[in-house]
């Protein structure tokens, strides 16, 4: 038996409705913090109420009528609530691969958010996609749609393309949304290999990569050429390059001229760490000389993957980030970004010292040795 007392705090405030010359009385339910919950109507009341009325006990309603109603009115808000959490419920089953789905689009620049349906009580799911990958999601929902049989966009699924920046969103009702995002996640990957074998081979780099190097520096230099840490390396590289042609750039504007010719670590700090957070790559100013209060000397701007990989950093985006006269318009694709790589032997970015913040590194420090350090 569903429970019709108020909780604790909750409470039904009760007033005629306006400007309608009929018997009617209107019962909303309040939450503690006085938010609308549930709407109700009750009609032909037995005998007149006050205009307004609040109250916190179903007992302090005198009219039976109404107070039957107001039972009905908590019954329904905890019939809709239940049916809610198993509409979430079934969604999170059928999509059991949302978060690596979402993080998945966030490399190609695209967003993928939930929403409740008021009406229907079920999830909306939206997908938004820049200009850059608006049509790769497109075609990829009209590959769904031919691979389920659809001939058309069924009623449920709205796409709409703005007219100024041609960024795409696309919602989808529950019913649909269960189909087709599992369907979206076993797509293959940027390269042609599917979600799966790409997370095996991260596993299998993540698991081999650091034992393999530190084996390759007991090598003479014959052994090191032979040595299975080159072909990691180059898996690790090929993984990096694809998915950066798979990231459309999205900087925020003001990134544009704000590293200023005399720039310190702290500017460099602060900067690449907007990039990193719009963009995934992390980028490093590897510096000569690491001292107790500063770093200093000659710099190199580096690219630095999953495993610490150091490539020289390319294209636009260092001029971008400089501005002035000259400077690019745009700061380039991440696959633009992505030089040779920038040390011999395999030395990572772990090897370099570095001071508190995870984008400034030297070669020298103190000590004469490059160590991990802190300041």
């Not at 405030?13 to 306006?18: D, E, S, T, V």
């Not at 009929?22 to 938010?35: E, K, S």
């Not at 670590?265 to 510096?287: E, L, N, Q, Y």
Request: hydrophobic share 40%; proline share 6%.
């Amino acid at each position: 038996m569903v429970a019709t007392k108020l909780p604790a705090g909750w409470s039904i405030h009760i007033k005629p409705a306006a400007n309608i010359d009929i018997n009617l009385d209107v019962l909303t339910l309040l939450d503690d913090l006085g938010a609308e919950r549930q709407v109700g109507f009750a009609a032909g009341r037995s005998e007149p109420s006050p205009s307004e009325l609040t109250v916190h006990r179903l007992g302090d309603i005198r009219s039976r009528a109404l107070r039957d109603r107001a039972r009905e009115l908590i019954r329904t808000h905890v019939d809709r609530i239940a049916t809610v959490n198993a509409n979430i419920a079934a969604y999170t089953a059928a999509v059991p691969e949302f978060d690596q789905l979402t993080e998945r689009l966030r490399r190609t620049g695209c967003t993928i958010a939930t929403s409740p349906d008021d009406n229907a009580l079920t999830l909306i799911t939206t997908l938004a996609a820049p200009a850059p990958a608006a049509g790769t999601l497109l075609r990829q929902l009209d590959a769904w749609l031919s691979s389920a049989g659809l001939a058309e966009l069924p009623a449920g699924i709205t796409p709409e393309l703005d007219d100024d920046t041609l960024a795409l969103t696309i919602t989808v009702d529950q019913a649909h949304a269960v189909e087709f995002l599992p369907w979206l996640h076993r797509q293959p990957a940027p390269g042609g290999l599917d979600p799966a074998t790409v997370r095996a081979l991260r596993e299998i780099l993540a698991y081999n990569f650091d034992d393999e190097r530190a084996d390759y520096r007991l090598q003479d230099k014959d052994g090191r050429q032979a040595h299975i840490l080159n072909n990691l390396s180059s898996v690790a590289r090929w993984l990096f390059t694809t998915t950066a042609a798979a990231t459309p750039v999205q900087l925020p504007a003001d990134l544009r001229g704000a590293l200023p010719a005399d720039f310190t670590a702290a500017h460099v700090a602060s900067i690449m760490d907007r990039v990193h957070d719009a963009t995934g790559f992390r980028i490093v100013c590897v510096w000569d000389y690491h001292s107790d209060k500063q770093f200093d000397g000659h710099t190199e701007f580096a690219v630095v993957d999953e495993f610490g990989q150091l490539y020289e950093l390319t294209g636009n985006l260092l001029g971008w980030l400089r501005g002035g006269p000259g400077a690019p318009a745009c700061p380039g694709s991440p696959a633009s970004w992505i030089g040779e790589p920038g040390t011999e032997d395999h030395i990572t970015a772990s090897d370099l010292a570095r001071g508190q913040d995870p984008y400034n590194y030297a070669i020298d420090t103190d000590s004469g040795k490059s160590t991990a350090v802190t300041r």
